[in-house]
């Protein structure tokens, strides 16, 4: 009787759960959402300036504004989680369920996110409140922004929440055990609240850089994917730690490093008292 040949799996990388095919269908979709929502950041930013506070915007569409920045920033870097726990642990999700589902991850990740904008855009309507009182405290108000996000760089929480976010594995199979109920809704925002912890420290820095500051988002956002998935990026975060202490000691006598916190009319703010 001769022996049956079973068709070999499809091909995958070492320590990728996914077909080659398949990794690059969920990567696409993940850089196009992220594409576009550069589009309406960047398209945005033309309308608004750099002024401190949160430039008259109410808290509803600030958030809305938060949530597509996130989305920029972190899509890229949260995609491999996000494909992994998707595809990798449950291999029955398939065509339109797979995009639901990380649709359904991306949406609990992002709910994170939202939770955080809520205490920037208080930190942000603090700092516009001060500096309209008095400009030169915006001086000392981005020194302690910059000495914040080293200290953050630097310190145990950064460490535990980038060990989740570069090997989130083990973490994973844990989510297996989640009830049914809205599981990939509740994985993506527990992934998240890492991120958040991972990251909070950088995104703080946009209080002195601006809050719509194209330039200085797109570059927390190659820091933040270089830190997370390049080998060398727990390097790279005692670099940009110890970069940022530098910066908290120069910010207090150099203007170019507090374009967020400048009055775009400094007499019209002084004939508002």
């Known amino acids: 009787m001769p022996h049956l040949r079973l068709a070999p ?6 320590g990728i759960l996914l077909p080659v095919r398949d990794l690059a269908v969920a990567w696409i979709l993940m850089v196009l959402l992220a594409a576009l929502a550069w589009v309406l950041t960047v398209g945005q930013s033309r309308h608004m300036g750099m002024e401190p506070g949160t ?3 109410a808290l509803p569409l600030f958030l809305l504004l ?6 920029a920033m972190m899509l890229p870097s949260v995609a491999p989680v ?3 726990w998707v595809r990798g642990i449950n291999r029955r ?6 995009t639901l589902r990380i649709a359904e ?3 609990g990740y992002l709910l994170a996110w939202t939770g955080f904008g809520l205490l920037a855009y208080g930190a942000l309507a603090a700092t516009g409140y001060l500096v309209d009182r008095n400009p030169e405290a915006g001086r000392w108000i981005g020194a302690a922004a910059f000495l914040l996000a080293g200290l953050q760089q630097l310190g145990p929480l950064k460490r535990v929440c980038l060990r989740h976010c570069r090997n989130p594995m083990f973490q994973l199979l844990q989510y297996s055990r989640f009830r049914p109920w809205a599981k990939d809704l509740r994985v993506g925002a527990h992934h998240g609240l890492y991120c958040v912890g991972c990251c909070w420290g950088l995104m703080i820095v946009l209080i002195p850089l601006g809050f719509m500051n194209v330039a200085a988002m797109a570059g927390l956002a190659v820091v933040i ?7 060398q990026g727990p390097w790279l975060t005692w670099a940009v730690g110890l970069a940022f202490l530098v910066l908290a000691v120069l910010a207090p006598f150099q203007d170019w490093l507090l374009p967020g916190l400048e009055m775009s009319d400094p007499a019209m703010g002084r004939m508002a008292h």
């Not at 938060?66 to 989305?71: E, Q, R």
């Open 66 to 71: 938060w949530v597509v920045m996130m989305a």
């Open 225 to 231: 994917f270089l830190e997370k998935l390049w080998r």
């Open 82 to 84: 996000a494909i992994t």
């Open 9 to 14: 799996p499809a091909p995958t990388r070492p």
């Open 105 to 107: 991850f991306v949406s």
């Open 93 to 98: 999700a398939a065509g339109p369920a797979r």
């Open 55 to 57: 430039m008259g915007l």
